[in-house]
């Protein structure tokens, strides 16, 4: 197409409004258009480049015998009842009621409505196993929408749901799905996405793993070991069971501590190691009314994902609890004579199993005590892991301490469900003995739209874009210099844009009157992953100057070559 | 693919709640499932459909340089403020908040969101003319939604806006769409689709079609004219002016009427035509509170679109009057001496212009009056087409009295929109002197599932879908006797159904154990133009027996002559 019949301009300045690369770029380029916080136009740029990730997805689903539906955005609250997540998951569901009165949500996800859609369509265990998958829009009221694509309210999703008679089945499929969404993010340019053990958080289920791009701009923690190849979210990262800093035990004895209400000040005035103490970190429990007081090695911080998990109760019910009058002793709390006017929940930690004499608060103000063990002093009969892992901790599978903290973007995931929704919902078959059975769910996603930013984030600068070829927006651009004023540059464009155009290539043409710098910082922005730059010139010595993605350097091609030349680049992006 | 694995059973009975053709074919044929009032889900056979539907429509719309965008379905009110539609539509627009209180909206079309998205796209005339276009999910919440996909709450629509700097540029834009539609309805196989004038309604505007399918189940009123090409959508429809049935000037004389209330009563009690007689028709107002009495001759009735349009007031504000004590003399309510206690306004339609002296209410009790010319006896300035055109009437274009009144579905509709939306919401360009100028836009819908629907209410019978070939869920159907007893016919199916496969063909294999009626009723509702039946004693004479779409028998085919057979076939459907 015509460059200047291209909507959506580039823009001059790099955005003020930009927190990330990718957001950055993609408002400067003009592909997207913010229309409220959260929500946006694909410009036809952004729609370009979305629709071949979709296209990439669709055939990887395709091949692995998913059947393309489309569902619903809109449901009821009697659906969303199904499986009692009307009731549990918090203000990110949007809720709304219709004309007639009747509670109805926008769907953040579609477990309910998967199940629903195919309820009686599978009465036989001869149609198991099998999936359905949609790439659809979806909306999720995010408090907190950031980066332009990487976080947002309204988004096209592709998510796929499978059903089984068995957990061998689901694990054959799941590991189909495993396989393909690597090819999808090694065809969408990012082959560098690794699949991370997760959290299996609200969606319940027995396993579950997140495809991450290691990046900086990343919000998620992800832990991998540099020894081999462990590698989860910080939300389920396990290290190995540190060894106890104290094995001798002792009689608890008081420690005046004056204004000493830090574990640093502590450590400080006492000039031992936070290995010997035991903190607590306390949490206030919106849905029960209860104070819960985590005890914790003091060298550890509570991972709040496996508390909330532990604890079955979602982010939006459990606060860290704000010091108040409330019979606590704020600062210096501590596992013996514990004080509260509240009901309290106590959760101990596994670093604190196996120490045999740990200095913690005494519940009286500018007291601690020493010699405190946790299974005798207060019969602590449960230790459970809420520990964050550390950078250095000890890996749980290769055993070395060697765990590794980064940045990830989580740009797909997928999760064995289990019968959460088919179970709740009624779903059942015959199986080869007549009998009623439940079947077994396995859910699998990719948001497109942060997946186009995560490609950004992996390979461009704030200059260019950089697109990965099968997902740039065109193939070829041409900029021709002096494109209007010299008939012969304009002649020779015009045929090799007819002919490039033939050829069944998506041809950009920059018909333009502006200047080489303009004309190739634009062409920066656009990424097509090849550039066609026809001058006067080069015209005289048959040329074209010709630079590729990944050329450091133009390439001067001789005018006769130039579409042998473009084949065998276009062939040697294909994946 | 293999139909034991086709996820959408058929269902054997026909469904009860299927109130049209199309609404029942789809739910037997497990294309759609309900998922709540006006919500559906599309199954494997009805999102294969709709893809090829959209197919063709992309394809339309990008031949025409329409540019892809995707522009979202959550809008905020400040947006629909824009131009004054958030407070102007009544509940089919669905208004809610999200979490932090703003006021949003579910947006059922995008002129705002177009115009917002382009807002400083396009600063200069040169990029004008320019459209962008989206295919992307709508919601209107429907009071009556009804007939499957006919009339839903949540549906996939192509909507395209076209941007100008003058009324010939969008003249001249609207004309390629006008093409491009009818390019669309005649590959999507229904080419008897006409384009009628239509109503401008909500949207503002210059000028409007509507793309209609004449069809029974249809639920608008399409009036076309047996002698020349004139149509129009009854709301806008017009008739030429009627000759006066009464031409001699008389003096006003009172007729004692006594119980004679309707117009029936009083052509029958009077022997004269309904011609002869002017009749009230009593609106309430609800927006100013205000009563509207029309005035109209007795044969004919008001058209409610027009009324509205001339009071410029919604469908939600203007209703019947209910008969209540406020003075007013319903059943012998007439122009002269009207009495009511409520702010009245009168509307006179032309076809009371010329009438020298009608008959009509007195307004009192058991009374009319004879002699009333509504210039002379209240002053009546404005007379104003509000009558719906009736079978028979004269066409405006040609003089016969050929009007005909059909049934229809709108399929499309393309709007001359003019500055509305552009100058509300203050979008402007720089002309070729430098000038800042207000765009003028046109607008351009489709509705996928509509459209899908109406292509079977055209086409198909109760017991077969007749897909056109180019939007049929498969290209060619393998329908095996005895696959999994017979060996032989199973290694002859399996060769044919790889070998169509590996030409790219879209096939569908029934792998099934069933009977061969049971799999040709499944065909039937399945609807690939090409069904090829493989059985053992065709095999024997080295035959397929083949049924194409529009085949009353089914055809014995050389097996060596079937690839050339059916790419002759396929060919002969292209469109």
Redesign the interface.
Known sequence: ?LQ??????TKKEWPNEATLKSHGLLLKG?YI?Q??SG??????L???V??KIENIIREEMNRI?A??????????KK?WDGAGRYDAIG??L?R????TG?D?V?SMTHEE?AV???L???ASY??YP?S?Y?I??K?R?E?RSRGGLIRV??F?MKDAYSFHTSEESLNEVYDKYYDAYNKIFARVGIPEVIAVASDTGMMGGSGAHEYMLLCDAGEDKIVTCDSCDYSANMDVAKARETTPATTEMKEIEEIHTPNVKTIEDLTNFLEIPATNLAKAVVYYRIDTEEVVVVFIRADKEVNETKLRNILKVDDEHLVPKAEEDDGICYGFIGPVGFTSNIKTTFVYDKSLENEASLIAGANKKDYHISGVNFKRDVKAQEFVDVAKVSANDTCVKCGKPTLKISNGIEVGNIFKLGKKYTSAMGMTYLDENGKAQTPIMGCYGIGVGRLMASVLEAKADERRVNWPAAIAPFNIHICPLDYTKNDGVKAITDELYAKLEGLGYEVLLDDRAKSAGVKFADSDLIGAPIRVVVSARNIENSKYEVKCLGDAEATLVDMDNIYEYIDTKMKGWEV
Request: aromatic share 8%; no cysteine.
């Open positions: 197409m200047s019949k291209l909507i959506g301009d003009g258009k229309m409220a929500i946006f136009t694909l410009m036809p952004g729609k370009r979305s629709a015998d059947e393309e539906v489309l569902m619903p955005l809109v449901a009821t659906l203000s990110e949007l709304f009621k219709d004309r009747t109805m926008l409505a629903f859609s195919v009686n369509e599978a001869t149609k099998f359905i949609q659809q829009t909306f009221d408090a309210r309204e096209t």
